[in-house]
């Protein structure tokens, strides 16, 4: 497994504009960011291939999340624009270090997660 620290969470208002970052104490094949509220499954978001750097989304994030990797830092973000209030999560990294295949978006491609930040998003 890897460690795994995140940060760039907060408030801000709909329309506005978060950027989060998490760091991997070393390297690992795949890094996706997840978020889910209180009562719902854990939901993927977007995910980097560092292999093919390919980049993954899931629907509703489309046009308004860019999901990017610095490999030298192992660090990967996810810039958020136009957020919405339905935006709001607590979002989680997770990296792959064991080179699953299969489908980015289901929790059991990632074997490591951070602890979670919160991102809310008003009215």
């Known amino acids: 497994q890897v460690q795994l620290v995140e940060s760039g969470g907060g408030s801000v208002q709909a329309g506005g504009s978060l950027r989060l970052s998490c760091e991997a104490s070393?390297?690992?094949?795949?890094m996706g960011w997840f978020r889910q509220v209180p009562g719902k499954e854990r939901e993927g978001v977007a995910a980097f291939d560092s292999f093919t750097d390919r980049t993954y989304y899931t629907d509703s994030v489309k046009g308004r999340f860019t999901v990017s990797q610095d490999k030298m830092k192992q660090k990967i973000y996810l810039q958020m624009n136009s957020l919405k209030p339905e935006d709001t999560a607590m979002y989680y990294c997770?990296?792959?270090?064991?080179?699953?295949?299969?489908?980015?978006?289901?929790?059991?491609?990632?074997?490591?997660w951070g602890q979670g930040i919160q991102v809310t998003v008003s009215s």
């Open positions: 070393r390297w690992t094949y795949s």
């Open positions: 997770a990296a792959d270090t064991v080179g699953n295949v299969g489908t980015w978006s289901l929790t059991s491609h990632f074997n490591s």
